[in-house]
Nanobody, 122 residues
């Protein structure tokens, strides 16, 4: 089993920035890709970004150019830097882990975090 613990959510004004963190523990050798999904009220869960231990990454279309994902393998932690935030970015952000970023982006998620709320005010 792998445990994922998110932190860094909160309230920010439109145009502002936030950085989310997700720390993995447990059987970390069973995962390679880590990333983020988000879910707003009454909407489907949406892929945000993912990154492998080698640094290969991809992004959902709605966040390209504004969000940046990075990873510290020594700390088994992935970060999501969110800039130029918009009210439509408001959602619960979930950390996700799997094997490939391609698979992660297609819902092939082996482990989920509990989620952290991000609210962007207009």
């Amino acid at each position: 089993q792998v445990q994922l613990v998110e932190s860094g959510g909160g309230l920010v004004q439109a145009g502002g920035s936030l950085r989310l963190s997700c720390a993995a523990s447990g059987n970390i050798f069973s995962i390679n890709a880590m990333g983020w999904y988000r879910q707003a009220p009454e909407k489907q869960r949406e892929y945000v970004a993912g990154i492998t231990s080698a640094g290969n990454s991809n992004y959902g279309d709605s966040v390209k150019g504004r969000f940046s994902i990075s990873r510290d393998n020594a700390k088994e932690t992935v970060y999501l830097q969110m800039d130029s935030l918009k009210p439509e970015d408001s959602a619960v952000y979930y950390c996700a882990a799997g094997w490939t970023v391609r698979g992660l982006g297609h819902g092939e998620v082996d482990f989920w975090g509990q989620g952290t709320q991000v609210t962007v005010s207009s």
